[in-house]
């Protein structure tokens, strides 16, 4: 993990690293057998600085990561990386307004970067129940074929998939997943800087999501 944390030392104001959070990082990288968890506990510790050591943030979100699984892990990466892709230039708005937008991806494109055969219905859910209990998505969200998200939308979609919104929390964990801790939420958003994984390896193909401007969900799922 340090190596991972070295690359993202420079994204973060030089300053202290918080002792307590430097411990609380320590204690879950003990046991991260995974590239997610090394991706994202890595950018908490490199976000964990500040003039004099005493803010430590990073408490709460390495608290955050460890009770995340591995497969959340991956699709919380997987969906503001998507959003940030059809968003990006737009760090100047509000948190509301970027949180307002919807983006969908389809099953195929999800399945695939997630690394999962098909059939895999339970760790889907899983993953996007355990997301959704921690506010790392928006109140507006929902997944299913595509006749159903049409019913429910009243717009054409290629496939299934998965509708969902970012959340204040949810862009900050991804903000401090990749060494941003220390900037606003809105710069996820920021075309200038580097959000690219230290170790996690992930790729999703763009052309199979698609932005849903000016839509507004009934209810959740």
């Not at 059939?119 to 969200?141: I, K, M």
């Not at 929902?142 to 019913?151: N, V």
Request: hydrophobic content about 40%; glycine content about 10%; proline content about 4%.
């Amino acid at each position: 993990m340090t190596v991972a944390a070295s690359a993202k030392f420079g994204r973060s104001p030089e300053g202290q690293t918080s002792m307590r959070a430097a411990m609380r990082v320590a204690e879950e990288a003990a046991f991260a057998e995974n590239e997610a968890l090394t991706e994202y506990l890595s950018g908490i510790l490199a976000s964990a600085k500040s003039p004099d050591g005493s803010d430590d943030r990073a408490v709460g979100w390495s608290a955050l990561v460890a009770r995340l699984s591995s497969d959340q892990l991956r699709m919380h990466f997987l969906l503001y990386a998507t959003l940030r892709q059809h968003l990006l230039g737009r760090h100047e708005d509000t948190t509301d307004s970027i949180c307002a937008e919807s983006c969908f991806v389809s099953y195929v494109a999800l399945y695939k970067a997630m690394e999962w055969p098909r059939g895999e219905g339970p760790r889907f859910l899983d993953a996007l129940y355990g997301l959704n209990g921690e506010d790392l998505v928006g109140a507006q969200w929902a997944y299913g074929p595509a006749e159903s998200l049409e019913s429910r939308f009243k717009l054409t979609f290629p496939d299934g998939g998965v509708v969902f919104q970012a959340s204040r929390a949810g862009l900050g964990l991804w903000l401090w997943g990749t060494g941003y801790g220390a900037r606003r939420v809105t710069d996820a958003l920021d075309p200038e800087l580097e959000m690219r994984p230290a170790v996690l390896h992930v790729s999703l193909d763009t052309q199979q999501t698609k932005l849903l401007s000016g839509l507004h969900p009934a209810a959740s799922s």
